[in-house]
């Protein structure tokens, strides 16, 4: 396939300039590139999925393209096809065995990915109700299942835990040394599988180099590093957000017996739990375990924190509290609120509706909170994309914002959900240092949770974990390691 002179531009803005690149069959490229680099534009333009000027020569007939977008859209359109209030229960999206079996009529490679893909226990479950690690699995499932001659995967390694990391990164070695003409696009080098020995470079739209995976590459990729300064000053906290002569021995959670259960079985419970200030916390847990869920009980997006005994910075769940009263001293960002962030909003209506914890804002912007958003934009260095429509930005610009708009209240805790997912090194590295500055500045209270390893803060003090429980009838128990 040759891509000829193929330069693009969306809203009027350039995102690729002219590139020229040759693909032979049976290559495995990795394409990598910091966020907003122009690597997905580039990944959709190789699949048809957008038009760009220029000619493509010999593209393959059967192209198939798994991204966060595609994951993002498959979301939606269970949303649409949503029967709750027909059935008088949750409806929890078509199972996994479902999609696969519209994808082709089931058949012994069925069965070939569910055991590789780790699906198999996954198939009776609802999409809706798979972690963003699951769901990344279940379309590659899908993918594969149409024998693509070309197979674009767009971070497909965001999200997953330790296990299905390594599981991914062998099934994906395993289909190119069978052959299989494979596209990676990634924003960190260590994303990069071990067959693939060919690398397109992004940078602002320009493809920078192509070819031979060079022996420096990490070298050559930290020079794109564009957070080298030392991070600006904090805005001025508002006094709004905070907790009043909270003392420090009093607890900002509270679970007695906690449970969440799913018809018989429990995914998990008997979780006694206190979380009191400056104890900062990490969760961790393999994909589908209920970290997740644990986070929805806390922010009372989980339907059944009303039938726990929970104390939310000092309020009984289910004791007439209205859900500002918790919601204004908590800052949160999860994979789901960016799931389901869909109203039409500009990036600095993001920012600022974490002061309202809405999705969007639907009152006058005044002049106070339009500088205090401008403010964060800055200290992500996103001021030039204020205007500009949030489901039109990258992936990883989109995570930025969110990620300022659970930071603008500087409030005393802070629920991050895999805060870093999407983002390539230079920006993942920069957020959490931001935090650890706000944690320090601000006196918050972080709760993380994040699979990866080298994303352990030294303010962590304890970490929660999830692990198989012995029990049939319960999934996993919760264990409080302090370190």
């Known amino acids: 396939m040759q891509l000829r002179n193929i330069s693009l531009s969306l809203g009027g803005k350039i995102v690729l300039q002219p590139i020229d690149w040759k693909l032979t069959q049976g290559e495995c490229w990795a394409i990598l590139g910091a966020n907003a680099s122009g690597k997905s534009s580039l990944a959709r333009v190789l699949s048809g999925a957008l038009q760009a000027h220029g000619a493509i020569e010999d593209r393959p007939e059967r192209v198939q ?70 769901g990344r699995r279940t379309l590659l499932a899908c993918a594969l299942l149409q024998k693509p001659d070309l197979l674009i995967l767009d971070e497909p390694f965001e999200g997953l835990d330790h296990d299905s990391y390594e599981q991914l990164h062998q099934a994906l070695n395993t289909l190119v040394m069978q052959g299989q003409w494979l596209v990676l696009v990634v924003n960190q080098t260590a994303h990069i599988i071990d067959q693939c ?8 739209g320009r493809l920078i180099y192509q070819g031979p995976r060079p022996p420096d590459l990490d070298a050559v990729w930290q020079q794109l590093d564009r957070h080298q300064q030392e ?60 970290k997740s869920t644990l986070l929805g009980l806390i922010t009372g997006d989980h339907p059944q924190c009303y039938r726990n005994n929970l104390e939310i910075l000092g309020f009984r769940r289910g004791s007439g509290e209205s859900i500002w009263d918790i919601k204004k001293h908590i800052g949160y960002v999860s994979g789901s609120l960016h799931r389901d962030y869909r109203a039409s909003a500009s990036a600095l209506t993001v920012v600022i509706s974490g002061l309202t914890d809405s999705i969007g804002i639907y009152t006058e912007i005044g002049e106070q909170e339009k500088s205090l958003g401008l403010a964060w934009l800055d200290i992500l260095g996103m001021v030039e994309q204020a205007n500009t429509p949030f489901r039109s930005l990258s992936m990883g610009q989109q995570q930025l914002l969110l990620v300022a708009r659970a930071l603008i209240k500087q409030p005393p805790l802070i629920i991050m959900d895999e805060p870093t997912e999407g983002l390539d090194d230079f920006n993942r590295f920069y957020v959490l240092k931001l935090v650890e500055k ?6 918050t209270t972080l709760l ?36």
Not at 438 to 443: A, D, E, H, K, P
């Open 65 to 134: 393209w798994v991204s966060l977008e595609s994951q993002q859209a498959l979301y939606e359109e269970e949303l649409y096809r949503d029967e709750s209030d027909l059935l008088n229960e949750i409806d929890e999206g078509r199972s996994v065995r479902q999609l696969l079996v519209e994808t082709a009529p089931w058949s012994a490679l069925h069965d070939e990915l569910c055991t590789s893909l780790k699906l198999t226990h996954l198939l009776d479950r609802g999409y809706r109700r798979l972690s963003s690690g699951e």
């Open 231 to 290: 991070l600006p000053e904090l805005p001025p906290r508002s006094p709004e957000f905070q907790l009043p002569a909270w003392p420090k021995d009093k607890p900002l959670l509270r679970f007695v017996d906690a449970f969440v259960q799913y018809g018989d079985t429990f995914q998990f419970r008997d979780f006694n739990w206190q979380f009191k200030p400056g104890e900062h916390t990490r969760i961790q847990g393999p994909n589908g375990s209920g």
């Open 448 to 483: 993380l949770v994040s699979h990866r390893q080298d994303e352990t803060l030294s303010c962590i003090s304890r970490s929660l974990s999830f692990v198989p429980d012995e029990r049939d009838d319960v999934r996993y128990s919760i264990k409080q390691i302090v370190h």
């Open 438 to 443: 706000l944690i320090t500045v601000s006196g």
């Open 197 to 204: 020995q060919r690398i397109a470079l992004m940078d602002e």
